[in-house]
């Protein structure tokens, strides 16, 4: 059965950073996809980053130069770096994974495969 779950996320102030991981099971990670996707309080979910399964990323125009997506096969985890936080940064932070290319796993187009969620708060 596939299974993501976040973790990484907590309180940071403006201008701090975070990494947040995503760990599969239940699959080998390495063959899919994935993505970091952010639902903000009374928004709908949107893509942040993806990753594919031979390192191509892509990044949001807000996440880009900020953040940087990686993965780690061997660990079946991908990571998110988030560095200089905004407070519009805030919100749930979820991995996912989908049956489609890059481009539409990153703009929630198909049937997407979710983790539980980690909160991101970027308050002073």
Wanted: charge should be neutral; proline fraction near 3%.
């Amino acid at each position: 059965q596939w299974k993501f779950v976040e973790s990484g996320g907590g309180l940071v102030q403006p201008g701090g950073s975070l990494r947040l991981s995503c760990a599969a099971s239940g699959f080998t990670l390495f063959e899919y996809a994935i993505g970091w996707f952010r639902q903000a309080p009374g928004k709908e979910r949107e893509g942040v980053s993806c990753i594919s399964s031979s390192g191509y990323t892509n990044y949001s125009v807000s996440a880009e130069g900020r953040f940087t997506i990686s993965r780690d096969n061997a660990k079946n985890t991908v990571y998110l770096q988030m560095n200089n936080l905004k407070p519009e940064d805030t919100g749930v932070y979820y991995c996912a994974t989908a049956p489609v290319t890059i481009q539409d796993l990153c703009i929630l187009r198909g049937t997407h495969y979710w983790g539980q969620g980690t909160q991101v708060t970027v308050s002073s």
